[in-house]
């Protein structure tokens, strides 16, 4: 299985970007996806996670500016950021949970110039 990240780059503080995880080699959908981010010197930190009902949860953080969505039939993900802010710098991963095995993507940097 594998995880494809693209949309990441440079971006000025207010501004807006467009996240998507692609994931392939597995006939099943994943239970849950989510996008997770690790700033320099950081811990990894939840940003947002769906499961393939539709149940959502957005780290406090950026409730309110990120909007995580899926096709579970394209078995894609994305992330909608916007009103973006310096401290959301990071490099965001793709995450995707099938029962008990757990996959990663190799992430998409997210630079927010103040």
């Known amino acids: 299985v594998q995880l494809v990240e693209s949309g990441g780059g440079l971006v000025q503080a207010g501004g807006s970007l467009r996240l998507s995880c692609a994931v392939s080699?597995?006939?099943?959908?994943?239970?849950?996806m989510g996008w997770y981010r690790q700033a320099p010197g950081k811990q990894r930190e939840l940003v947002a996670v769906?499961?393939?009902?539709?149940?959502?949860n957005y780290a406090d953080s950026v409730k309110g500016r990120f909007t995580i969505s899926r096709e579970n039939a394209k078995n894609t993900l994305s992330l909608q950021m916007n009103s973006l802010k310096p401290e959301d710098t990071a490099a965001y991963y793709c995450?995707?949970?099938?029962?008990?095995?757990?996959?990663w993507g190799q992430g998409t940097q997210v630079t927010v110039s103040s």
């Open positions: 995450n995707a949970i099938f029962t008990r095995l757990e996959y």
């Open positions: 080699g597995s006939i099943f959908t994943p239970d849950v």
């Open positions: 769906i499961t393939s009902g539709g149940r959502i």
